[in-house]
Nanobody, 123 residues
Framework: QVRLVESGGGLVQAGDSLRLSCAASGRTFDAYAMGWFRQAPGKEREFVATRWRSGDVVYADSVKGRFTISRDSAKNMVYLQMNSLKPEDTAVYYC?????????????????WGQGTQVTVSS
């Protein structure tokens, strides 16, 4: 059974940095693409970043140059380093895993999800 657990969220000021972590268990971690999504109040869940099994990464335009997705295979961890945070980055952030080695920006392509971690950026 796949289990994803996010951590690292919190309340920060604009311009600060945070690193989100996602601990994965229940399957061979390296074989599948991982993604980060976020959902702000009253809005749909939106794509943030994805990392393919190959190491290729794709970012949403809104976070490109500020956020970095990475993976530590030895620890079965995926990270989202968030720099230069803005108030519009405020959301619940979710880690997700695909059943495929190529990443996707569509939430419907990810069958496994964590419970989410809240990130709040004050101005």
């Amino acid at each position: 059974q796949v289990r994803l657990v996010e951590s690292g969220g919190g309340l920060v000021q604009a311009g600060d940095s945070l690193r989100l972590s996602c601990a994965a268990s229940g399957r061979t971690f390296d074989a599948y693409a991982m993604g980060w999504f976020r959902q702000a109040p009253g809005k749909e869940r939106e794509f943030v970043a994805t990392r393919w099994r190959s190491g290729d990464v794709v970012y949403a335009d809104s976070v490109k140059g500020r956020f970095t997705i990475s993976r530590d295979s030895a620890k079965n961890m995926v990270y989202l380093q968030m720099n230069s945070l803005k108030p519009e980055d405020t959301a619940v952030y979710y880690c997700a895993m695909r059943d495929y080695y190529i990443g996707s920006s569509s939430a419907r392509d990810y069958p496994y999800w964590g419970q989410g971690t809240q990130v709040t950026v004050s101005s």
